[in-house]
């Protein structure tokens, strides 16, 4: 039986980890992918207090972990596919089951973290991994004096079109809307580089091509006009859906899938608690996403308690 285990091996699982390390909790963490979570997918982050200048986002995941690691808690590959709900002595337990395994716990944080939306239109799933992509420090360097296109305006969207201008020849940085959602300080960088071309208030129709990425088939969402930009890839940063499919029936969820909590991390079950890009807020930082991390742990450990 453990007092807790962990969901999800992001900045914010890593945290809560950290701190569960500290409380001395008997701690197990499941990973079903490489520890770090979506912002692995950026090459740098900036953001991060303490780093001038930023730091690459696979040190600061390497260092999240040998924190971890060096409390003697060892990150498991693998997947949380059902939380079963029991009793034990009349206090609530759970079982974490996984595809070979059951975990036993007393206590459950959730940072299963979340995915990159798609756009859901014609040519996105057949051209993806054929010039689609959602991953520019992934996929970036394939497109090497190509035109491209990247589709969002957030944070993600901008540093990514900025990351993506040391290959590509062009980014066509398309945004549904006049104004970014992006912070300022990101937007200047954007508008000041040359290689980026803005195209505003217009949303993709179509992606074409046969084996692979040509063209995108675009429209002026206040004009109505279509258009068609050559490009030889296309970059999607629209949003994420949190990973919360194995919850359903078993935590309260927003309409959009993300698991609703109080400001202590404690959702619709006692005991079960939930930090990161899976929760709703209204904020999706690593920053953020650590102080998420270690509130749960605190708050998990004053359950056990």
């Known amino acids: 039986m453990h007092d807790l285990v962990i969901i999800g091996a992001g900045p914010a699982g890593l945290t ?10 008997n701690t197990a963490v499941l990973e079903k992918m490489t520890a770090g979570g979506q912002i692995i ?8 207090p303490g780093f001038p200048g930023g730091i690459s986002t696979f040190e600061l995941i390497d260092r999240f972990k040998k924190q971890v690691e060096d409390l003697g808690i060892e990150i498991q590959d693998k997947e949380a596919v059902e939380i079963k709900p029991g009793l034990d002595n009349g206090s609530p337990v759970y079982e974490i089951r996984t595809k070979d395994s059951v975990l036993k716990t007393k206590t459950v944080i959730v940072a299963s973290g979340a995915s990159p939306k798609r756009l859901g239109i014609p040519g996105e799933e057949k051209l993806t991994g054929r010039g689609v992509s959602y991953c520019g420090t992934c996929d970036g360097p394939l497109f090497k004096n190509k035109d491209i296109v990247v589709v969002g305006g957030g944070d993600r969207a901008l540093e990514e079109a900025i990351f993506l201008t040391s290959y590509a020849k062009k980014v066509n940085l398309i945004h549904r809307r006049s104004a970014f959602r992006a912070s300022k300080i990101v937007e200047e960088k954007a508008r000041e580089n040359p290689k980026i071309n803005f195209i505003l208030d ?10 692979k990425v040509e063209a995108m088939k675009i429209r002026n969402v206040k004009t109505n006009l279509q258009d068609e930009i050559i490009c030889q890839g296309g970059f999607i940063f629209v949003g994420i859906i949190p990973n919360t499919g194995f919850l359903i029936n078993l935590l309260e969820l927003d309409e959009g899938g993300f698991i609703i909590t109080d400001q202590e991390m404690q959702t619709s079950r006692p005991g079960i608690f939930s930090c990161g890009d899976c929760r709703k807020k209204s904020l999706w930082q690593v920053v953020s996403a650590c102080g998420d991390g270690a509130t749960a742990a605190a708050s998990a450990q004053r359950y056990l308690l």
């Open 16 to 25: 809560a980890a950290l701190y569960a390390g500290r409380f001395r909790l």
């Open 41 to 48: 997918l950026s090459s740098s982050i900036e953001n991060y």
């Open 202 to 211: 217009t949303v993709v129709e179509e992606i074409k091509g046969e084996n």
